[in-house]
């Protein structure tokens, strides 16, 4: 009888354009080592990942010194140059490139490279809540503060107009209620992960994460209590927050 493993791969091809950083954002240092190092440390350290998988671009220029300098992730990290032009394409090519390797029923765990306050409970209470569950899931928190719908992005003089709002006003408070913001790792099985992605190339701008494929599907992902601290990297200032959240941990 096959036993399930559990899988991590790191879609880390992106460039981080919104961050305005000379490098790609999962390299920028934080707490004294790269972002995506955070990130790859946590999973290798964490016995119940069986390896570990990073998508990387082709053209790459940084993960060879970050391996380099790592040496005890030698033997658990693997590289994949297949990174894609979209998060969705990027997980797709590296489950793709893993096909010899993870069996349908085994458990891929897809996480942000920049998220790097993940830590090795947070992944353990995932994979505990999951272990018996049908479809898969992921982290995520319940969302507490009141929502805002704003005029931005809408044409100031019906739909045919070229000029949007300069500024931004409430057009409306959108109820908060059994609403959740969703993190990573994403957890499902190598099958039906990469079937529902596959399925989703087509409608790539509607995919924003993985469970929005599986979703597709017509199924049904849990949800499992993250934490503040694993929050996505996206903005100057949460290059402060996370070094302070890092920092703590050390």
């Known amino acids: 009888m096959h036993l399930s ?3 991590a791969l790191i879609p880390a091809a992106g460039i981080g354009a919104r961050l305005g950083t000379d490098c790609p954002k999962q390299y920028l240092p934080l707490a004294g080592k790269a972002m995506l190092r955070h990130v790859l440390d946590t999973f290798v350290a964490c016995e119940a990942i069986a390896h570990v998988f990073v998508v990387v671009s082709a053209e790459d220029g940084y993960i060879a010194d970050l391996m380099t300098a790592a040496p005890h992730l030698k033997d658990r990290v693997t590289l994949l140059y297949q990174g894609g032009e979209t998060r969705h394409l990027s997980v797709l090519n590296g489950l793709n490139a893993i096909r010899n390797q993870a069996a349908d029923d085994d458990w891929v765990l897809v996480h942000d490279a920049a998220r790097p306050g ?18 898969g899931g992921l982290l995520a928190l319940r969302v507490v503060d009141t929502l805002k719908r704003s005029d931005e992005g809408v044409p100031l003089h019906g739909e045919g ?3 949007m709002a300069p500024t931004s006003h409430v057009t409306e408070t959108v109820s908060r209620a059994r609403l959740w913001a969703a993190q990573t790792p994403q957890m499902f099985r190598y099958g039906l992960l990469q079937r529902a992605l596959a399925i989703a190339a087509g409608q790539a701008q509607q995919i924003t994460d993985e469970a929005s494929a599986i ?10 209590e993250g934490s503040p601290r694993n929050f996505k990297v996206t903005l100057p200032h949460d290059v402060a927050l996370a070094e302070i959240f890092l920092k703590e941990q050390v």
């Open 5 to 7: 493993r559990n899988f």
């Open 118 to 135: 993940l830590t090795g409970s947070l992944i353990a209470q995932l994979i505990a809540a999951l272990r018996d569950e049908a479809v």
């Open 161 to 163: 107009s070229q000029k």
């Open 215 to 224: 979703e597709m599907l017509g199924l049904r992902p849990m949800l499992v």
